[in-house]
């Protein structure tokens, strides 16, 4: 089992900057990929942006490109989401999640479907005011 646990939400105004953290813990291997994404009120959750564990292969989506960034701490078994400019539309809840692959090492592209995720964190509010 692996258990998620996101930190760093809050409130800032436009143009201002946040980091999320999300830890990680439960299951130890070389074979997998964690993620954010997010969901605004009245929305689907998406991708935001992911990274594989063992190559540090980062994937952002086209909204957050040159924005956010994904980055990750293998000591500390963390993933982090810096946030910079940030708009009024990124606001939603954030969402950390973790893929693990089959075999004992994965060190290609991350997914970036929701669906292709198997743990959620339980979410932090990020809300960017105007």
């Known amino acids: 089992q692996v258990q998620l646990v996101e930190f760093g939400g809050g409130s800032v105004q436009a143009g201002g900057s946040l980091r999320l953290s999300c830890a990680a813990s439960g299951r130890t291997s070389s074979s997998y990929s964690m993620g954010w994404f997010r969901q605004a009120p009245g929305k689907e959750r998406e991708f935001v942006a992911a990274?594989?564990?063992?190559?540090?292969?980062?994937v952002h989506a086209d909204s957050v490109k040159g924005r956010f960034t994904i980055s990750r701490d293998a000591a500390k078994n963390t993933v982090y989401l810096q946030m910079y400019s940030l708009k009024p539309e990124d606001t939603a809840v954030y969402y950390c999640?973790?893929?693990?692959?089959?075999?004992?090492?994965?060190?290609?592209?991350?997914?970036?479907?929701?669906?292709?995720?198997?743990?959620w964190g339980q979410g932090t509010q990020v809300t960017v005011s105007s």
């Open positions: 990274v594989t564990w063992s190559s540090g292969i980062t």
């Open positions: 999640a973790a893929r693990y692959y089959s075999g004992s090492y994965y060190s290609g592209r991350p997914r970036i479907g929701v669906h292709e995720y198997d743990y």
